[in-house]
Nanobody, 119 residues
Framework: QVQLVESGGGLVQPGGSLRLSCAAS????????MAWYRQTPGKQRELVAA???????KYADSVKGRFTISRDTAKNTVDLQMNSLKPEDTAVYYC?????????????WGQGTQVTVSS
């Protein structure tokens, strides 16, 4: 069973930075896409950034130029560097991994890590 464990969340002031890390229990080369999502109470989980194994990284418009996703196959991690944080970035951040086997896609989620941007 694949496990994803997020770390790095916390409280930060507006304009500050945080780096989230997601550690996978298996070789992340197996995953077509690794991504970060976020969710606030009463809202749907939304894509923040995605890093496909092949192809260009994708970012939500609200984080472009501020967040950077990176994938390290040697460490089996996917990180999210978040700069110039805003109060509206406050959310629970989740790591997701997608594995394609034939025509089926298996999705794996981490347990989430809280990010709070507040003065």
């Amino acid at each position: 069973q694949v496990q994803l464990v997020e770390s790095g969340g916390g409280l930060v002031q507006p304009g500050g930075s945080l780096r989230l890390s997601c550690a996978a229990s298996t070789n992340i080369f197996l995953f077509e896409v690794m991504a970060w999502y976020r969710q606030t109470p009463g809202k749907q989980r939304e894509l923040v950034a995605a890093h496909p194994r092949v192809g260009s990284r994708k970012y939500a418009d609200s984080v472009k130029g501020r967040f950077t996703i990176s994938r390290d196959t040697a460490k089996n991690t996917v990180d999210l560097q978040m700069n110039s944080l805003k109060p509206e970035d406050t959310a629970v951040y989740y790591c997701k991994a997608e594995r394609v086997i034939g025509t089926a896609t298996d999705n794996y989620w981490g347990q989430g890590t809280q990010v709070t941007v507040s003065s």
